[in-house]
């Protein structure tokens, strides 16, 4: 900025402080006052340019660093994206995992229920031939006892009978010999 007002200081001193020679397009400026504004804008010049120089170095500076951060973004979102890629690489073998072990569990579960119905099929059967084997077995003994039931009474009845024919004979004879001490 110093370097533009020292330019237009000489610019004053030129168009404005200078004489105009009539009818020539010269002017007359005061030598010792140009030399003096050129002298002022020749320092200024390393100035500005420090000052260029310093803006470029910034935009240089600025330019590296928004690379750099540009980079680490791109890095950054690489390494996101890998680590997402992986997330669901892990999570499509944990589906797989769970699918394979739901289709085991399911497998031995239908095996299970098969072995359950299979054994409970043979506990019916056999439970179904200790009934028969206990029917039969409890009308053996039913038939067992009606025939000891009926020998008992055939025998109390033998035995009844004779104690009856006894009993008739000796009525007979009582009344025998009722009947001849009578006559």
């Not at 006894?166 to 004879?173: A, P």
Request: proline share 1%; hydrophobic share 35%; charged share 30%.
């Amino acid at each position: 900025m110093e370097l533009q007002q020292q330019l237009q200081r000489l610019e004053e001193i030129i168009v404005l402080d200078g004489l105009k020679m009539p009818l020539t397009r010269r002017t007359v400026v005061d030598e010792e006052q140009l030399l003096s504004q050129l002298l002022a804008v020749e320092r200024s010049i390393p100035d500005t340019i420090r000052s260029a120089e310093n803006i470029l170095q910034n935009k240089e500076d600025i330019i590296n660093r928004a690379n750099q951060y540009a980079e680490e973004l791109i890095q950054s979102a690489e390494q996101r994206a890998a680590q997402i890629a992986d997330e669901l690489t892990i999570i499509q073998q944990a589906e797989m995992e769970a699918q394979h072990l739901r289709k085991q569990v399911q497998g031995e579960i239908e095996t299970m229920r098969q072995r359950n119905i299979s054994e409970v099929e043979r506990v019916r059967r056999q439970t179904q031939q200790e009934i028969e084997a206990m029917r039969q077995a409890a009308q053996a003994e039913c038939e067992q006892i009606q025939l000891e039931a009926d020998r008992y009474a055939e025998q109390v009845l033998r035995e009844l009978e004779d104690r009856l024919g006894h009993m008739t004979r000796v009525i007979q004879n009582g009344r025998s010999h009722l009947q001849s001490s009578a006559s």
